[in-house]
């Protein structure tokens, strides 16, 4: 299989039935690339990876990682390194960041550790491990890295993440914008998107009212599915989007337009 794999493509917080980042890694693979799945449970990533890699004929594994620590994402990128290495694939070419956890309580119930976690999974997680795959990318002279931020960061605050999400998410925005300017004409590429309300299993177990309220708040009078976020995320790794750095893309609907 290997010797028609072109790139491979890692994924932070994969595994999750109905999310994003399983749509996404599933769209890699559809497209030839080969699948890397780095997510807290790495039984779980190994098992979604070989059933994705089965399905589409295409190298894919996974492996643990804690993206909050860097022990773990030097541990797990040492992992990749030597499986990409064994199997004779292409070093890394693109990167998409969508570990990330959220914050439901009111500002004032936020107490620090709470308030630290979030910045350490969905902030720091996005550093560590942007900072442990750059490398190779550079020194190949191609990358793409796409950030999962949210339209929180926007609008401040909604449903699932309030003020620690929405400001973390928001740093999100200023990293991806500060590392294109500095990767410059490295052929690296970092982008951002802002997904709004979308049909993953966070969701499962809503009101048909519930549901209703939140379409009537999204101009485009619906939720966004997995795999229309993916398909942005998939484009933006390719050779047709050379030339967007430092952009944030609003996959949302219109939301952000509120």
């Given at each position: 299989?290997?010797?028609?794999?072109?790139?491979t493509?890692?994924?932070?917080?994969?595994?999750?039935?109905?999310g994003?980042?399983?749509?996404?890694?599933?769209?890699?693979?559809?497209?030839?690339?080969?699948?890397?799945?780095?997510?807290?449970?790495?039984?779980?990533?190994?098992?979604?990876?070989?059933?994705?890699?089965?399905?589409?004929?295409?190298?894919?594994?996974?492996?643990?990682?804690?993206?909050?620590?860097?022990?773990?994402?030097?541990?797990?990128?040492g992992?990749?390194?030597?499986?990409?290495?064994?199997?004779?694939?292409?070093?890394?070419?693109?990167?998409?960041?969508?570990?990330?956890?959220?914050s439901?309580v009111?500002?004032?119930?936020?107490?620090?550790?709470?308030?630290n976690?979030?910045?350490?999974?969905n902030?720091?997680?996005?550093?560590?491990v942007?900072?442990?795959?750059?490398?190779?990318?550079?020194?190949?002279?191609?990358?793409?890295?796409?950030n999962?931020?949210?339209?929180?960061?926007?609008?401040?605050?909604?449903?699932?993440?309030?003020?620690?999400?929405?400001?973390?998410?928001?740093?999100i925005l200023?990293?991806?914008?500060?590392?294109?300017r500095?990767?410059?004409d490295?052929?690296?590429?970092?982008?951002?998107?802002?997904?709004?309300?979308v049909d993953?299993?966070?969701?499962?177990?809503?009101?048909?009212?519930?549901?209703?309220?939140?379409?009537?708040?999204?101009?485009?009078?619906?939720?966004?599915?997995t795999?229309?976020i993916?398909?942005?995320?998939?484009?933006?790794s390719?050779?047709d989007?050379?030339?967007?750095?430092?952009?944030?893309?609003?996959?949302?609907?219109g939301?952000?337009?509120?």
């Amino acid at each position: 299989m290997s010797n028609t794999i072109q790139r491979t493509a890692v994924l932070t917080g994969a595994t999750s039935e109905r999310g994003i980042g399983l749509a996404t890694a599933r769209r890699y693979a559809r497209e030839g690339w080969a699948v890397v799945i780095l997510d807290l449970d790495g039984e779980k990533s190994a098992k979604v990876a070989a059933e994705i890699g089965n399905e589409f004929n295409v190298p894919a594994f996974g492996h643990a990682v804690d993206v909050a620590s860097e022990d773990s994402v030097t541990a797990a990128h040492g992992a990749v390194q030597a499986e990409v290495a064994a199997s004779n694939l292409p070093t890394v070419g693109a990167l998409v960041n969508i570990a990330g956890i959220t914050s439901p309580v009111s500002f004032l119930e936020t107490t620090l550790e709470l308030w630290n976690k979030i910045f350490a999974v969905n902030a720091t997680g996005t550093y560590l491990v942007t900072k442990a795959f750059l490398p190779e990318m550079i020194s190949s002279g191609w990358g793409r890295i796409v950030n999962m931020s949210s339209v929180s960061a926007q609008r401040g605050g909604g449903v699932f993440g309030k003020v620690p999400y929405s400001s973390a998410k928001a740093a999100i925005l200023g990293f991806t914008k500060a590392l294109a300017r500095e990767l410059g004409d490295s052929g690296v590429t970092i982008n951002a998107i802002t997904p709004g309300a979308v049909d993953t299993n966070i969701r499962v177990g809503s009101t048909d009212e519930q549901e209703a309220a939140l379409a009537r708040d999204i101009p485009v009078g619906r939720t966004a599915t997995t795999e229309e976020i993916a398909a942005v995320i998939t484009f933006l790794s390719s050779d047709d989007a050379a030339y967007l750095t430092g952009t944030t893309v609003d996959i949302n609907g219109g939301s952000h337009l509120h």
